[in-house]
């Protein structure tokens, strides 16, 4: 109890710290680019305009076929929408664990010379990543408006999934920051790592493509699917954003247990590693 | 008798210094593979116990080398010590290296309360004090200008008089006051001399023992991590200077 108490007190006389990081990341994102906060919506719309074209005209999946059906237009959704949504909840995880991983190496002039609670800077990221997740979200209303696309109440849930990713990036972060302290190349790995699971998440495909066929590959796809983490969230948001239905049970254990399983590891591995970062750093 | 405001129990620092410095993945793994990861162990700070009562003004000298920031920062809290116990009863303020949380691309403006908060303070507190910290920097017109832009003089000011504008329970310098020209230097010793009447426990490192003389009531003597004599400052300046030569000259 006096334990936990002392982690609140720490808390709270760095929490303006903390607030006074994130201003800063946000303040040196957008002075330097002279179109600013256009930038963030302007890149994801670009990004799925290419994405569009290449996956829906050369390879048709956005065909209505591969699509599962609006509950409410009984239609099948947009293919644009499908794929920014997709493409957002992907950005937001790659991105944060990304600084997050750099995040303690990186404040090593810092943590040399005053006592900061270390996990201070993990977190932050995560949260820098977020608002920048948040921005991004505007890119998807545009999409949501020019496409005059169905919506509905569930609509309103969107911050559930982008909740518990948050915290599945908080672990993740952890765990790759007290690593990287040790092993720098730990960096070059996970590069690999994000990309397998950037084509292990169904962004610019749909699932359906592989319903029905007998290959090998084909048959374990959807299972191996289920065990990229990253995976839960992206459906979970879709369903509640792109489908207009209630998240499935098996996506609310998904996106639960693995933010779950991450944060205890990730407080469980730092907790251990922190107090040598600075012989390292 | 109040109990002391730094208490020093049995505190010894190791640092592995690997003759080549491991820190890749690919690295580490050859090695473990062939039996080679080897450390020599050195001992920074080796058995220190020391007692700062509040209000002592305490003074440590020693050679390059001696241990003596290694010492702060763990009372600082920056590093663990490997074994032993360190304890300090109130707020610490470390004036180890001045700037150390300064971000290049920001105004002065913003970096005052990015380091202050850096230091635990409230951006309120910052507030109310922002003017007092401009003057005693001296650098009004340039409050708005990147940092970047600074000389390094400016940059030491600015951290200086951000870091004493609270009133910590300890104050921690370590070789501060050599930093800007002789008449900012006047000024900080001036400041802290201000902080300790207030009641501030301050604990310096420097190598001019003059300045130890004159400001401190209480020193220790630190070589190769341990203490060599502590006590009252005369006594301890006196067997330093002495003493430091003769040890040199016999080895
Ligand atoms: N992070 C570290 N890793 C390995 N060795 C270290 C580390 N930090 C300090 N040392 C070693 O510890 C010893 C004591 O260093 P320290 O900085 O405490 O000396 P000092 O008394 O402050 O010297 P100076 O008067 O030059 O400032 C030195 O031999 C130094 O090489
Ligand atoms: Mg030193």
């Known amino acids: 109890m006096a334990y936990l108490k002392g982690i609140w007190a720490g808390f709270n006389r760095y929490r303006y710290l903390l607030l006074n990081l994130v201003s800063r990341d946000i303040k040196v994102k957008y002075r330097r680019s002279a179109l600013g906060v256009v930038w963030s919506v302007l890149n994801p719309l670009l990004m799925m305009l290419v994405q569009y074209l290449v996956f829906n005209n050369l390879f048709g999946m956005g065909n209505a076929e591969n699509m599962q059906i609006n509950a409410i237009s009984g239609q099948p959704p947009n293919f644009a929408i499908y794929l920014l949504s997709g493409q957002l909840i992907f950005s937001f995880f790659s991105e944060a664990t990304n600084l997050a991983m750099d995040s303690v190496l990186g404040s090593a002039s810092l943590i040399k010379k005053v006592y900061i609670p270390k996990y201070i800077f993990p977190l932050e990221k995560v949260i820098f990543s977020f608002v920048n997740a948040l921005f991004s979200l505007i890119a998807l209303i545009i999409v949501f408006i020019f496409t005059k696309s169905t919506v509905s109440a569930w609509l309103a849930l969107f911050w559930v999934p982008m909740v518990l990713l948050f915290i599945f990036n908080l672990g993740a972060g952890l765990i790759l920051s007290a690593l990287t302290v040790f092993f720098r190349d730990i960096k070059h790995f996970y590069g690999v790592v994000l990309t397998a699971l950037n084509f292990l998440t169904p962004i610019f495909y749909t699932e359906s493509i592989f319903m029905g066929k007998s290959g090998f590959i084909e048959q374990y796809m959807p299972l191996v699917l289920r065990m990229n983490p990253v995976y839960w969230y992206v459906s979970m948001f879709r369903r509640l954003v792109v489908y207009s239905m209630p998240p499935t049970l098996s996506q609310w254990i998904g996106c639960i247990g693995w933010a779950f399983v991450a944060l205890v590891l990730g407080l469980a591995i730092f907790k251990k590693a922190q107090d040598r970062f600075i012989l390292y750093v | ?251």
């Open chain 2, 1 to 251: 008798m109040a109990q002391p405001i730094v208490q020093i129990d049995g505190v010894s620092m190791r640092f592995n210094i690997a003759k080549e410095k491991v820190d890749s993945f690919k690295e580490w793994f050859i090695r473990k593979a062939k039996g080679q990861l080897r450390f020599e162990e050195f001992f920074a700070v080796k058995d220190v116990s020391l007692t700062i009562e509040a209000g002592d003004v305490y003074g440590l000298v020693g050679l390059n080398g001696s241990g003596k920031s290694t010492l702060l920062k763990i009372v600082a809290g920056v590093l663990k010590p490997t074994t032993g116990k360190c304890t300090v009863r109130g707020t610490v303020a470390p004036l180890i290296e001045l700037g150390a949380g300064f971000d290049a691309e920001l105004t002065g403006r913003e970096n005052v309360y990015l380091n202050g908060t850096v230091l635990g303070m409230n951006p309120k507190y910052i507030d109310q004090h922002y003017q007092d910290i401009v003057e005693f920097a001296e650098l009004g017109e340039f409050m708005d200008v990147a940092v970047k832009n600074y000389s390094s003089g400016m940059v030491a000011r600015l951290a200086f008089a951000v870091a004493t504008i609270t009133k910590p329970d300890v104050l921690i310098c370590d070789e501060i006051l050599s930093v800007g020209d002789f008449l900012f230097q006047q000024k900080c010793e001036v400041r802290m001399r201000e902080l300790m009447s207030g009641g501030t426990t301050v604990l310096i490192v420097s190598h001019d023992i003059e300045q130890i003389e004159r400001l401190c009531n209480k020193a220790a003597w630190m070589r190769r991590g341990k203490i060599v004599i502590d006590g009252s400052c005369e006594e301890v300046c006196e067997a330093y200077k002495t003493g430091a030569q003769e040890m040199r000259e016999r080895e």
